[in-house]
Nanobody, 123 residues
Framework: QVQLVESGGGLVQTGESLRLSCAASGRTFSGHAMGWFRQAPGKEREFVAALSWSGGSTYYADSVKGRFTISRDNAKNAVYLQMNSLESDDTGVYYC????????????????WGQGAQVTVSS
């Protein structure tokens, strides 16, 4: 069973940056599109960004487009999320997972989730 570990979260002020990392054990990212989701307090988990296996195609939620960049290092079985110009609405717990497109948008492929990385943006 895959174990996902997100890291790099923290408390920052509006306009600052953070870089999240995601690593996996028990399963390789090989062949999978990977993505990031987030869950704000009292809200449903939502899609943030996705990246194809090759890294050639990226997809972003409108709310983060132009500010966030997803990347991956297949050799390290790792996925990253560079977050710039952070806003208070970006506050939440960020999770990574393999993703696939669906009629409802990008959805997680694997049933298990990591503990997530807490991102808090203070104004």
């Amino acid at each position: 069973q895959v174990q996902l570990v997100e890291s790099g979260g923290g408390l920052v002020q509006t306009g600052e940056s953070l870089r999240l990392s995601c690593a996996a054990s028990g399963r390789t990212f090989s062949g999978h599109a990977m993505g990031w989701f987030r869950q704000a307090p009292g809200k449903e988990r939502e899609f943030v960004a996705a990246l194809s296996w090759s890294g050639g195609s990226t997809y972003y939620a409108d709310s983060v487009k132009g500010r966030f960049t997803i990347s991956r290092d297949n050799a390290k079985n790792a996925v990253y999320l560079q977050m710039n110009s952070l806003e208070s609405d970006d506050t939440g717990v960020y999770y990574c997972n393999a993703v696939k497109p669906s009629s409802a948008g990008w959805v997680a492929t694997w049933g298990s989730w990591g503990q997530g990385a807490q991102v808090t943006v203070s104004s």
